[in-house]
């Protein structure tokens, strides 16, 4: 029986009055991936906030990687690599120093700055401030970013924007399925984030409209998330 | 929690090297404000209770600038989530914006001290030196840690440039009141008189207070 990486029950989260995440229960097994699709405002980036313990739940049970949020954050923190809509670099700084600034908060060596910069292909701008540098670059150094610290658990959003189809290729050992992480992503795109997950969440206003394995996901069950 | 901090600090510094956002704007801020004060007050010079006054309320509104700019970068550009995504002590982001804006205000005096000297102070400034140093040190550990508790609080509003004034100058009358007392003998005419160790301890006081509760509420500012 494989290890539950993920777990919510009734999990739920407001922001002020509004609701947005109802009653969402699910779990996802380590070394699985979970694909949550929707339209815009269905509540997916402030899931994938809640597990990275950016967000604290206002509803039900949220375990992660066994620690229960918000309380056992602290635990679980390091052990998980985030990347959102922000790439959670500084501008002014350049890829090489935000890296370096991030292996140090991680307690990662430095040897491995040089080995995610290799990977995302960005060894050769690595010394040039983030701001002078493309969104696709940008992105690509969020991912390392991300990965830096060899995390357990991959929470993306939107993974591959602004990627162009050469740069998807180059990151998939570091994020897709070949990393071999338990991954939980978003995607606009469903079929093609049906295709390298195992699990399919869709949520629409906040509520869960689907939950099944992606192999049994219908097109008619996708055109009814997104009508 | 030292190597966090030191890692906060090292890219707090070459962030500030790199826009020169903070100190050039303080710096500018009291040199112009030292104008305005020997146009306003129509004296060449001044010395004693007035020179101090006017040292300590230009060095508190600069302060107020570095203030402002102290968690924009955090705030604008995913800083905060970066580092709370980090398996570390809270606390020492506290820490390190605290030494910041201690370094800011030191790099600050280090030119807005002479400056006040050569533009308006009558009695020479270099034989109360050493006693305004430590002054200044005891004075800028309030600010820095009132401070920095209240940027923490600001950067989350959006009438953050309201906020920080409105909470900050309230804050800080114990700050200028005993930095001002304790200044006042050092630049009195005539040469400079004994420092006055009653006032010397409310500022030692009042840091210490401060930065226990600032070290105490911080963690909160940081919940969403």
Redesign the interface.
């Known amino acids: 029986m494989p290890e539950t990486a993920v777990a919510l029950r009734g999990a739920g989260r407001r922001y002020g009055e509004r609701s947005a995440l109802r009653d969402v229960s699910l779990e996802l097994a380590a070394g699985q991936t979970l694909v949550v699709l929707g339209p815009n405002g269905a509540g997916k980036t402030t899931l994938l906030r809640m597990l990275?313990?950016?967000?604290?739940p206002h509803a039900g049970e949220v375990r992660v990687l066994g620690c229960a949020l918000p309380d056992d954050g602290?635990l679980v923190?390091?052990r998980?690599g985030?990347l959102?809509h922000?790439?959670?670099?500084?501008?002014?700084?350049t890829g090489r120093?935000n890296l370096r600034?991030?292996a140090?908060?991680?307690?990662a060596a430095p040897a491995r700055v040089e080995e995610v910069l290799e990977a995302v292909g960005m060894t050769a701008r690595a010394d040039d401030?983030v701001a002078e540098l493309s969104r696709g670059m940008v992105q690509r150094l969020a991912i390392a970013?991300a990965v830096l610290h060899e995390p357990e658990l991959l929470l993306l959003d939107e993974p591959h924007a602004n990627l162009d189809p050469a740069a998807v290729a180059h990151v998939q050992p570091l994020i897709g399925r070949a990393s071999g992480r338990t991954r939980v992503l978003t995607s606009h795109d469903p079929a093609g984030g049906l295709t390298g997950a195992d699990l399919a969440l869709g949520l629409r206003r906040g509520r869960v409209a689907l939950l099944d394995g992606c192999a049994d996901v219908t097109p008619a069950q996708i055109a009814a998330l997104y009508a | 929690m030292r190597a966090t901090v030191a890692a906060l600090l090292r890219k707090e510094l070459a962030l500030e090297l790199r826009t020169r956002e903070s100190v050039p704007a303080m710096v500018l801020f009291t040199v112009t404000t030292y104008v305005l004060f020997h146009f306003g007050l129509d004296r060449d010079t001044v010395e004693g209770d007035l020179a101090a006054g006017v040292l300590w309320v230009t060095l508190l509104f600069a302060a107020v600038l570095g203030i402002n700019r102290l968690f924009v970068a955090e705030h604008e550009q995913g800083g905060f989530d970066g580092f709370l995504l980090a398996p570390v002590d809270r606390t020492a982001l506290l820490v390190a914006k605290a030494v910041t804006l201690l370094c800011f205000l030191c790099a600050v005096e280090l030119i807005a001290v002479p400056a006040f000297g050569l533009l308006l102070l009558g009695p020479s400034l270099g034989q109360a030196l050493p006693e305004l140093a430590l002054v200044v040190v005891l004075a800028d550990v309030g600010i820095a840690a009132v401070g920095t508790l209240v940027a923490a609080l600001a950067i989350q509003t959006r009438a953050r440039d309201l906020i920080v004034p409105l909470l900050v100058l309230p804050l800080l009358v114990p700050v200028v009141l005993g930095a001002s007392r304790a200044t006042a003998p050092l630049l009195a005419q005539g040469g400079a008189e004994a420092l006055p160790g009653d006032w010397l301890a409310l500022l030692a006081l009042y840091d210490l207070l401060f930065a226990l509760i600032a070290y105490a509420v911080f963690d909160f500012l940081l919940e969403d």
């Open positions: 990275a313990t950016l967000l604290r602290y923190r390091g998980i985030f959102g922000e790439p959670l670099l500084y501008r002014e700084l120093e600034f991030h140090r908060l991680h307690g401030p970013r």
